[in-house]
């Protein structure tokens, strides 16, 4: 039986680290931690990780839980969309992961493009898919399994890899409007290599094996339950859920997500949709954000500068800020090259203009996104970096036209804890 009071465990791995997140009944957390992550490596001209850092990163954290850890009820995993690794029939990794920014594809995406529809989010070098016909023809008959890195987190706690969630399955082919992997995948001969269960994320999944309860001090009967991406599960962090809410996540590129009644894909501009509950989560991401600000100023620089700014005052210079030549959303132009000129003398303008011209390309997201059949958002929640800046949430919400509030949570590690909470009290309720 389930303590009266049970504790609920987000997993998230991220691009840089391992993080983990407790919270109770009522979400409200009560344990966080983190441990880094070694960088991908190329190998063999693909963008690989070790899959045993991951697994050596978790133990650190799972072993380091306190006393209450006897309380956690369920978890829920989430992992970098699109990162994959190759398992043989005995759930051993074959070899390194292929890490979700691996676009070395070329020859499977070509494959891929032959026979999925134009709005397939498996198009491309860098899905999942591309990735799992790269694996196969590097490991033929050996390779038995191809899983994700949320799914083999969460197989190797259950002790079994038969499952996924339907956010971590998009990229590998998965059709969510009808909710099953589609024919023309069996053309490909790769139905054979992927997860027979696609649950919602949220859903009961599994339990904890009894081995991994012994090795790590947690009960017999904690409940796993399908996770979903880092970039969804740190949407579901920021207090976002109801339709025409908006999640703009300001890291080194420019992200956004988009609650919605139906579902979006334009594959001209990467946008696609994912199920997420009663809704569909449309998203996008620019080329811009902070790395274009970090080539000029650094985190010292725009902390020192950020008090003389005069976001009431806007600068009138209409930059579209880049870090190279190159742009896919809100548009698609591989030779679109960086507007950012005239460039004035006075570092606090320049500053401002181009948190002004980042501020212009969210909006412009946002209105495409409006024209391809989403709302427009009625409230923005922010996350990353730039969540702190104050200045540029009077210059976002200036140009928005909405409210701009800040990310109730920063990290996915607490929305994946969330989504466990979820899975525990909708079943716990089914069975009153």
Not at 71 to 84: E, K
Not at 300 to 307: F, G, H, K, N, S
Request: hydrophobic share 40%; glycine share 8%.
């Amino acid at each position: 039986m389930p303590p009266a009071d049970p504790l609920f465990l987000g997993i998230d791995l991220g691009t840089s680290g391992c993080r983990i997140c407790l919270v109770d009944s009522r979400g409200e957390p009560q344990h966080q931690q983190q441990t880094p992550l070694p960088e991908s490596r190329i190998i063999t001209g693909h963008r690989c990780q070790e899959p045993r850092h991951w697994w050596h990163a978790l133990e650190t954290l799972l072993q380091a839980l306190p006393a209450e850890k006897s309380r956690i009820a369920a978890l829920a995993v989430d992992g970098t969309s699109a990162s994959v690794l190759p398992l043989d029939r005995h759930h051993r990794t074959l070899g390194p992961a292929l890490m979700y920014n691996d676009d070395a594809n070329r020859q499977a995406a070509e494959a891929i493009a032959r026979l999925a529809p134009p709005d397939s989010p498996a198009r491309g070098a860098s899905s999942a898919l591309a990735k799992l016909l790269t694996l196969r023809q590097r490991h033929g008959r050996q390779l038995r399994h191809v899983v994700t890195q949320a799914d083999w987190i969460a197989g190797r706690l259950a002790g079994r890899y038969d499952f996924t969630d339907e956010n971590n399955a998009l990229k590998l082919g998965y059709d969510p409007l009808t909710r099953s992997w589609p024919d023309w995948l069996k053309t490909l001969y790769a139905t054979s290599l992927l997860p027979p269960r696609v649950l919602e994320p949220g859903s009961p999944a599994a339990r904890l094996a009894t081995t991994m309860a012994h090795r790590f001090g947690l009960p017999d009967d904690l409940m796993i339950v399908a996770g979903t991406t880092d970039s969804i599960a740190a949407t579901l962090a920021s207090g976002a859920g109801e339709v025409a809410d908006a999640v703009t996540s300001l890291g080194s590129s420019l992200a956004i997500k988009l609650f919605s009644k139906r579902p979006v894909f334009a594959a001209e501009y990467g946008v696609y949709s994912h199920r997420l509950g009663r809704h569909w989560l449309v998203g996008g991401a620019s080329n811009s954000g902070g790395a274009v600000l970090r080539q000029f100023f650094t985190d010292e620089d725009m902390r020192a500068l950020t008090p003389r700014l005069r976001p009431e005052c806007p600068t009138g210079l209409d930059y579209y800020p880049l870090p190279a030549t190159g742009e896919r959303f809100p548009v698609n132009d591989p030779r679109l090259t960086p507007r950012i000129h005239p460039r004035p003398n006075d570092p606090v303008v320049f500053f401002q203009a181009l948190l002004e011209g980042i501020a212009a390309i969210e909006t412009r997201a946002y209105r495409l996104l409006q024209q391809l059949g989403a709302p427009y958002p009625r409230r923005v929640f922010t996350s990353g970096g730039g969540a702190s800046n104050p200045a540029w949430q009077i210059i976002r919400r200036r140009a928005l036209g909405v409210e701009v509030l800040a990310a109730r949570q920063q990290q996915a590690a607490y929305g994946a804890a969330l989504l466990a909470r979820q899975g525990f009290l909708t079943q716990h309720q089914e069975t009153q």
